[in-house]
């Protein structure tokens, strides 16, 4: 019986690789390092499926064996488990992933390109430098508090921290002083680099012509624009906006039975950093209507207005960062600019 179907599960410095035929009968099974695996391609047909759990470095490993010539697929290691009838090893997992590459229907993830991983890069370091930065400041607040020292927030608190250290007016002693001083210097470095990243994601932003067209709907700037095209690559991967804004947890969780609809809160699937930047872009368009309401959409702005009134503030954030996430799938789809209606 030919091969078929490889499925694969990645680990850091090895890999195991279980093959099967047409009808999921498993013919190979094999642990080995990735060059292994490669030449052991090589010596197959190029009609053969290789099917990936999507997790870390499973985008190159797809990306290497599509350049082989064969076809190369990426699952959810949710449904994966799920399909795990035995206990859980390496072998078992590459069994369920080729039982879940077989079924009729199964949607599958897309492949990430270089370009994708480099701005995916950019908004994960920023992200952790943004929490550190916050981490510190929180902790510099309840350190400064023991000495009856209370500093302020947003803006004003790296100025108060520095006259707090210089001050001669609080307990704070020279050992501590120091220290504080210390944490200072990283927060005024945490704060730089965030600005550097900043700098280069508004870049990555200017060069790319989609990004542009993005950052005209109401709601989306620079940052959001580069990790959405990150996130979803290509317009095709999804068929409709809809898809875009399940894909991304929007939309709500639905318990539906006897013909009774019921629906809930939103799942929260998928991606969360940008899930979370949609909304805070919504919640600035809300803001925005109020200061300016004829720069948006009046059937727009009355459905939002609405929702806001039954629902309140938040719930018409989401509902703002749904649509935003579907006009944003057609002007990719599309390839227009943004217009008011």
């Given at each position: 019986?030919?091969?078929t179907t490889i499925g694969v599960d990645l680990a850091k410095k090895s890999l195991v690789m279980v093959a099967a035929g047409q009808r ?100 994960r370091i920023r992200s952790r430098i943004v929490k550190s930065r916050v981490e510190l400041q929180n902790q510099v607040h309840g350190l ?39 944490l200072y210097e990283d927060f005024i470095g945490l704060e730089k680099r965030q600005e550097e990243l900043g700098k280069e994601i508004d ?139």
């Amino acid at each position: 019986m030919e091969i078929t179907t490889i499925g694969v599960d990645l680990a850091k410095k090895s890999l195991v690789m279980v093959a099967a035929g047409q009808r999921g009968k498993i013919l190979v099974k094999k642990k080995m390092n990735s060059e292994q695996f490669f030449n052991y391609l090589l010596s197959l047909e190029r009609s053969v499926v290789v099917v990936f759990e999507a997790c870390g470095g499973s985008s190159y490993f797809a990306r290497k064996v599509r350049e082989l010539g064969f076809k190369a697929m990426l699952v959810n290691p949710l449904k994966v488990a799920r399909l795990r009838l035995t206990q859980k090893n390496d072998f078992n997992d590459c069994i369920a992933i080729i039982e879940l590459a077989q079924r009729e229907g199964t949607r599958t993830i897309a492949v990430n390109e270089i370009w994708q991983q480099d701005i995916q890069s950019v908004h994960r370091i920023r992200s952790r430098i943004v929490k550190s930065r916050v981490e510190l400041q929180n902790q510099v607040h309840g350190l400064c508090l023991e000495y009856g020292i209370v500093l302020p927030e947003g803006t004003k608190f790296k100025i108060k921290f520095y006259e707090a250290i210089e001050s001669a007016d609080n307990e704070l002693t020279a050992r501590m002083r120091r220290i504080l001083k210390n944490l200072y210097e990283d927060f005024i470095g945490l704060e730089k680099r965030q600005e550097e990243l900043g700098k280069e994601i508004d870049q990555i932003a200017n060069e790319r012509e989609e990004c542009q067209r993005l950052m005209e709907v109401p709601g989306i700037g620079g940052i959001t624009a580069t990790a959405f095209i990150a996130a979803v690559g290509q317009a095709n991967n999804f068929k409709n906006g809809r898809e875009v804004s399940a894909w991304l947890g929007l939309v709500p969780r639905q318990n539906t039975t006897g013909g009774h609809v019921k629906l809930g809160r939103i799942t929260k699937k998928g991606d969360s950093y940008l899930r979370q930047l949609l909304v805070h872009g919504g919640r600035s368009v809300l803001v925005s209507m109020k200061k300016f309401p004829n720069k948006h959409d009046e059937n727009f702005k009355k459905k939002i207005i609405r929702i806001s009134t039954g629902g309140g503030f938040k719930k018409a954030s989401v509902a703002v960062a749904n649509r935003n996430a579907r006009v944003m799938w057609s002007l990719l789809s599309t390839g227009q600019s943004y217009k008011i209606a």
